[in-house]
């Protein structure tokens, strides 16, 4: 059970960081115009957007993310006794975790300004990827040995270094660019973030992970701090610099939290980050799949989303965020019920349900709307 004072705290810190990305990114939106930093659609066939639109929502997120989780550790250091009285108690627990959020930091600025040289000057695929590698070894290197033990991993119970270094470089690999297939509409991409950073917090709260529930609510309150400025009309766009950003937190939280400990009955935990992150991961192999059958780069974007699909289906754009975010909070919260399956046939019934409602997320993404040609 979560003591209620930490309860405070997350309110506190979500709060905190809402207003924060709310302000940031009203800065760096007049900001965008200032400095031409823009999205100008050039008649792209993905693009819905008709006019210039700011593109600096990815710095936004990132700066108010600085502030707020970087901030609060900075000032537990020079200036303790200015914190709130409720966390005066755990004032040496955060200091513990700095050198942790230093390497979780250092990962999601390179990453960010890697996207923001992307928005400025688009870079092909071999040098995004390569770039991408570079950096997540790089975070990987940092926690294995800068820290006393290791936290940014998956090992799936093995203790192998190059084992679990693999698993995690292609973990970070696959969300980051998941993530910024899934940024493909106004106000999705910042309200799934939103809504998996909640349930991530949930399930490290519940396990006394207190700095990754800290972590994934400073996350989820600036997603809906910038969502207020990117939901249909976006007034800004995040860019890749955003949705790097916001995919890489979204990897670190699948790898932080103890889903599977000791006390665990089954081993079904170590499925959570997958459910929580089930919609990117569904549509990135779709659309992957449905552009390979029709001989075309998986790298190149088009309206087979599943968001655009149910723009097919006579949604309007906002209904078919809500639609979109709807089944992913479905499937994030049937993944949190594997913390308390007691045994094998509970962790079926819940994976059963998980499985229903895939069957359903295909049926909605196969529906035909007249279109021969596959681009459906």
């Known amino acids: ?17 809402s207003i924060t990305a709310f302000i940031t990114t009203l800065i760096f939106k007049k900001l965008s115009w200032k400095l031409n930093f823009l999205d100008v659609p050039m008649k792209e066939g993905h693009k819905l957007h008709e006019k210039a639109t700011p593109l600096l929502g990815g710095m936004a997120m990132l700066s108010a993310w600085l502030l707020v989780a970087g901030g609060g550790i900075f000032v537990s250091f020079i200036a303790p006794d200015s914190l709130p009285e409720l966390v005066q108690p755990y004032i040496q627990g955060i200091k513990k975790v700095s ?55 998956i090992t799936l119970f093995h203790e192998q270094p ?17 993530f910024n297939f899934f940024d493909n509409m106004d106000g999705l991409a910042a309200g799934l973030a939103f809504i998996a950073s909640l349930l991530f917090a949930s399930v490290a709260a519940m396990r006394d992970q207190h700095f990754v529930a800290s ?8 997603s809906l701090g910038y969502y207020f400025w990117n939901k249909y009309p976006a007034k800004i766009f995040m860019g890749d610099c955003g ?18 400990t000791g006390d665990s009955a089954t081993v079904a935990p170590v499925l959570i980050p997958l459910m929580v992150l089930s919609l990117p991961i569904f549509d990135t192999f779709a659309v992957s799949i449905i552009r390979i059958r029709l001989g075309k780069a998986i790298w190149i974007g088009d309206h087979n989303h599943i968001s655009h699909r149910f723009l097919k289906m006579g949604m309007s754009k906002k ?6 975010h709807l089944l992913s909070l479905i499937m994030g919260l049937s993944g949190v019920l594997l913390l ?8 079926s019934f819940v994976l059963l349900q998980i499985l229903v409602i895939m069957i359903l997320i295909c049926v909605l993404h196969s529906v035909k709307n007249g279109d021969k040609n596959g681009s459906e």
């Open 1 to 17: 059970m979560v003591h209620m004072s930490w309860i405070y705290i997350y309110i506190a810190v979500f709060i905190a960081a």
């Open 99 to 153: 050198n942790l959020f230093i390497v979780i930091a250092s990962g999601a600025v390179a990453l960010a300004i890697m996207g923001l040289l992307d928005d400025k000057k688009p870079m092909g695929w071999k040098a995004k990827l390569s770039l991408q590698c570079l950096i997540c070894l790089t975070v990987i290197f940092l926690d294995s040995y800068l820290l006393e033990k290791p936290r940014i991993r």
């Open 162 to 178: 190059i084992i679990t270094w693999v698993l995690t470089l292609g973990w970070f690999l696959f969300i980051i660019n998941a």
């Open 215 to 222: 972590l994934a609510v400073t996350t989820a309150g600036i």
């Open 243 to 260: 949705s790097h950003f916001l995919g890489y937190l979204l990897a670190v939280q699948g790898t932080l939290p103890m889903f599977y």
């Open 319 to 324: 209904v078919a965020v809500m639609t979109v």
């Open 340 to 347: 308390f399956a007691k045994d094998n046939y509970a962790v």
